[in-house]
């Protein structure tokens, strides 16, 4: 049978500050799209978007939005998803959804192409794209777990405030000019505008990205654990993470130690491994300070790695950082990947 | 024999951003001082410094700077440590000395009141002031330690600019305004002034902090390491680090994993004990949002600790927060707290 042109394709929050990069991204991908529908909440429907040139008005997304729809990148909150992917399902779309409304759903494959593609063959139509914490991690873990064996991990981050959305960023500016000015700014959104309590992130760190578990982790540490788990199909990785936001726009590091099954590895082979990796770039040349950093990766589908180092004390046990644009490939791009490796599969005809 | 009224206290450096705090310090703490001597390099020598009340000129360091003199606290670079804290010594005064120079010295105590004050009694004439990033680690696993026992330690560190001096912190807040304002700004100071590359620090995040050794690791990791286990009597701890600059100006903070050699230890354990622990704060309540963050640290001279919690694969590791003031229990703090012990020893006479 021969490929289809194009394909009909929805973007369910394509207002939003990930919706914007996925339509984006779908652009500069040169996407076999057919017909591009872009939905959205009632309240920013109308809202004109232009993709490829051509002018495209925002409609409200309602559960009948999805007729002849092949594709669905869902990216407005959980709540939508909950509530329409069923339907886009029901009229025969894949759903690709970049909320956590599934991710954990024993049904739903919860996949970053360069891990784990072929668990795309058994959706039930929808698809999950993971946090974009998780994501930059298991996208430099994997080629060390196919080489060398992977037994556990403990991670802590430096994330930037766009995972926490438009406003979020807005308030980082905002507040980093009154700071500067000696202005008063009160704080509204960060670090969880559904929390209790607001603090400056302006020239500070916080330890808290999404709400507290009872067990003393937040929500956003639990699903880096969960979620690579489940990626990698190792249900017994050992992995901890501590979440920790910062005055970083865009652009999520990693401090990851991590040990391998194997004896004797030295950091050069992994570099050399990591070198060669899919959607891996190597940055790692102290000599000269080549390190990656978030600064350097906005714009980028890659992540990087580097400052690759075995432990002084534990033979297996390696330390890395890795640094990925968050809307991308902690997002957009991820989304747009799994689209894309549904159509070279033959999953979407 | 009669303790004396006060000390011929003198500090070199004074004009910098650690020296000032010294003073401040010294102040606050009402230290008994009978005489102050204020000394700096000849660029600085002039300066007017006010005390309690009155006003001191900076001299000019040099070798005779030192007569009479009984506590001389250094914080002017490792190499004025290197040529001038000798002379002092000869003069019969005790150094505390703020720079590495002297830290992995076997003959030099380094010390940390909390963890290991009983140190002091082994001076050579020579007292070294632990790095910033080592002393609020130490002073928060120290009790663990002493409790449950301690196998090993993985850092990460979130680190402020203010660790590199008085020109770094202009540096951050000049460049955040000007990429605020949509100007240009040429790094010229962090990571590293002497090192051949500069990169933005304002919304970034900068894995180096000091130069890199040969084996991939940064000396600032080194130190956090090797100082660890000096301060702890711990050769055999295991310890691994990786440091990172953050736009802050002025707190770092620390996320620890860490092993006790206790079985079934639980996370409420470790808060009670750090709870009474001296010069720790414990600021761990995930239900209202508490957690200790660097914008909260500054200007105060405790170890702040959150976030503890059990790991979730490992009976015996464990997860926490550490925050404070750099400038003060990581540098001038310390450094006058250690001169406090001095005499509180009998020491200093």
Redesign the interface.
């Given at each position: 049978m021969e490929q289809k042109k194009g394909f009909h394709v929805a973007v369910v929050g394509a207002t939003g500050a990930v919706g914007q990069q996925i339509i984006q991204t779908l652009e500069n991908r040169d996407f076999p799209i057919s017909e591009l529908t872009l939905l959205s909440s009632a309240r920013s429907a109308g809202s004109k978007v232009t993709f490829n040139g051509q002018e495209y008005t925002v409609q409200e997304a309602n559960p009948e939005s999805f007729k002849d729809v092949d594709i669905a990148l869902f990216s407005a909150g959980g709540s939508v998803s909950q509530e329409l992917a069923p339907h886009a399902v029901e009229h025969g779309a894949i759903v690709v959804d970049n909320t956590s409304a599934f991710r954990m759903d024993p049904n739903v494959p919860l996949v970053v192409p360069e891990v784990n593609e072929d668990d795309l063959h058994s959706h039930n139509g929808i698809i999950a794209n993971p946090n974009c914490s998780t994501i930059q991690m298991v996208v430099a873990l994997k080629p060390v777990k196919e080489k060398y064996g992977l037994k556990?991990v403990?991670v802590?981050t430096?994330q930037a405030v766009s995972g926490s959305g438009a406003a979020a960023v807005q308030e980082l500016?905002e507040q980093?000019?009154a700071i500067?000015n000696n202005e008063e700014y009160e704080p509204a959104i960060l670090?969880v505008k559904s929390?209790?309590?607001h603090?400056?992130i302006a020239?500070?760190?916080?330890?808290?990205i999404d709400k507290?578990q009872d067990?003393?982790?937040t929500f956003e540490e639990m699903k880096m654990?969960n979620e690579t788990k489940k990626i990698m199909h190792m249900p017994e990785l050992?992995?901890?993470a501590?979440c920790?936001r910062?005055?970083?726009?865009t652009g999520h590091?990693e401090?990851l130690?991590f040990e391998v099954e194997t004896d004797s590895v030295n950091?050069n082979e992994i570099k050399s491994l990591l070198e060669n990796a899919p959607g891996v770039v190597l940055q790692d040349d102290?000599?000269?300070?080549i390190?990656?950093?978030?600064?350097d990766c906005v714009g980028k589908n890659d992540v990087f790695v580097?400052?690759?180092?075995?432990?002084?004390?534990?033979d297996k046990?390696f330390?890395m950082?890795v640094v990925s644009d968050n809307l991308l490939k902690g997002a957009a791009w991820n989304s747009v990947q799994i689209a894309e490796s549904l159509i070279k599969l033959g999953i979407v005809k």
């Open positions: 556990k403990i802590s430096y500016n980093t000019k500067i670090p929390d209790k309590k603090y400056q020239f500070n760190a916080i330890p808290q507290f067990n003393g982790y654990i050992q992995v901890a501590t920790v910062l005055p970083v726009a590091s401090s130690y950091a102290p000599d000269n300070q390190y990656p950093m978030p600064a580097g400052r690759i180092r075995k432990d002084l004390d534990e046990g330390h950082w």
